[in-house]
């Protein structure tokens, strides 16, 4: 498959995103194109296995730490936010090699349900992410730490491995999840577009510090 007239071997989609059946689909055609951010991407259609289905899908892909990866299937629902470098790049805290980490995963299944108008199966489902990414970030910070970040509860996370504003932003992402998933909710005047900014603010944040630690690491005085 050639993305940005590269030729990437890719991994095919291994799941019909119509029946949910895992399978093995045929490549139909592709083509290079770019996005709507005009990142250099390409979209590829595949039909189906399942003989109960059988239908046609397109398949996004882009370059990825120099793999073509699969994006996202192209079924006109939003595609999420543009996801910074770091968080598009965070692995899986407990060491699954998987293209896409929990946490987008779980946020795009959010989305998805949001528009279908499932609001308060989304909403739960954006807190999952929250934790998702919660989790992922503070190991791959302390990959020392592992064993015991994937065993605290999100709010010990929280308390122990982040800190300033980000850490009150993400305990307030907190409670309006949990809020999310209780008979009486306390936050009624704060609903899911707010939870997204929230999250929203806190990947950029992730990404600022991440950045920055990143660029004090590597430049140094030459005097």
């Known amino acids: 498959m050639y993305i940005a007239n590269r030729n990437l071997t890719i991994k095919n989609p291994n ?13 139909k055609w592709d083509m290079q194109t770019k996005d709507t951010d005009d990142i250099d991407s390409n979209i590829s259609a595949w039909q189906c296995a399942n003989l109960d289905c ?3 899908f397109i398949a996004l892909y882009q370059i990825v730490s120099q793999k073509g990866t699969l994006i996202r299937f192209l079924n006109g629902y939003p595609k999420g936010p543009d996801w910074p470098k770091p968080i598009l790049e965070l692995k899986n805290g407990n060491g ?18 949001e528009n279908f108008g499932l609001d308060e199966i989304a909403g739960m489902g954006f807190r999952k992410a929250i934790e998702y990414l919660v989790k992922d970030w503070a190991i791959k910070m302390n990959p020392e730490k592992q064993v015991e970040i994937q065993e605290l509860w999100l709010g010990q996370i929280i308390k122990k491995y982040y800190n300033g504003d980000l850490k ?4 307030r ?11 009486n909710r306390l936050f009624e005047e704060f609903d899911i577009e707010i939870l997204k900014e929230l999250i929203d603010l806190i ?7 991440y950045k920055m630690s990143h660029y004090i690491e590597t430049i140094k005085s030459r005097k």
Request: proline share 4%; glycine share 2%.
């Open 15 to 27: 799941i019909c995103p119509h029946c949910h059946v895992v399978n093995n689909p045929t490549w």
């Open 54 to 56: 059988n239908k046609i």
């Open 96 to 113: 699954e090699d998987i293209d896409q980490s929990r946490f987008i995963k779980t946020y795009l299944q959010s989305l998805e349900a």
């Open 168 to 171: 009150d932003i993400l305990e």
């Open 173 to 183: 992402a907190t409670w309006l999840g949990n809020d999310q998933a209780h008979y």
């Open 203 to 209: 990947m950029v944040e992730l990404d600022r510090q």
